[in-house]
């Protein structure tokens, strides 16, 4: 639907892209609130299993477990500002200049990878769970957190 939603058609004499664009314009509420909930759970829950393997010093699946997170922050932060996510590349840079977002958020992830490279787990993963609980935040101003 990204893709339609942001293409800009050289040729369609049938109007076929036109029909998609009024389906995937303006970005569907129930499309926000799905991608919210399969995405916010997940950074939680990806910290967690980041933790989980810090504890046996496997740092690919550290590193793995982490970039999962901040893919999934990405996720959430592109429904949150009713905008598709074409591209995982880029996606938290992106993100970090959306309305809605968190502030110095390409600057934590940088350092949460530095401290990776570092042998830092456990503080990787301190500054990811301080991104997920402002991401809640956003995602739920009122405190009404799933």
Same mark, same amino acid.
């Given at each position: 639907? #990204?893709? =339609?939603a942001y293409c800009?058609?050289?040729?369609?004499?049938? #109007?076929? =892209?036109?029909?998609?664009k009024s389906i995937a314009l303006p970005y569907p509420e129930a499309l926000r609130s799905a991608l919210i909930r399969r995405f916010q759970w997940e950074v939680l829950f990806s910290i967690e299993n980041a933790e989980l393997a810090a504890a046996r010093n496997e740092?690919?699946?550290v590193a793995g477990c982490l970039y999962r997170s901040l893919a999934c922050v990405a996720q959430v932060l592109f429904a949150l500002n009713e905008r598709y996510l074409i591209n995982e590349k880029g996606a938290l840079q992106e993100a970090a200049g959306l309305p809605l977002t968190i502030p110095h958020l390409v600057e934590q992830a940088?350092?949460?990878?530095?401290?990776?490279?570092?042998g830092g787990f456990a503080q990787a993963c301190a500054m990811?769970?301080?991104v997920d609980r402002e991401l809640?935040?956003?995602?739920?101003?009122?405190?009404?957190a799933p």
């Open positions: 639907m #990204g893709e =339609i800009q058609p050289l040729h369609d004499p049938t #109007g076929l =892209i036109a029909r998609f740092r690919t699946h940088d350092e949460i990878w530095r401290l990776v490279a570092d990811l769970r301080q809640k935040a956003l995602a739920h101003p009122g405190g009404t």
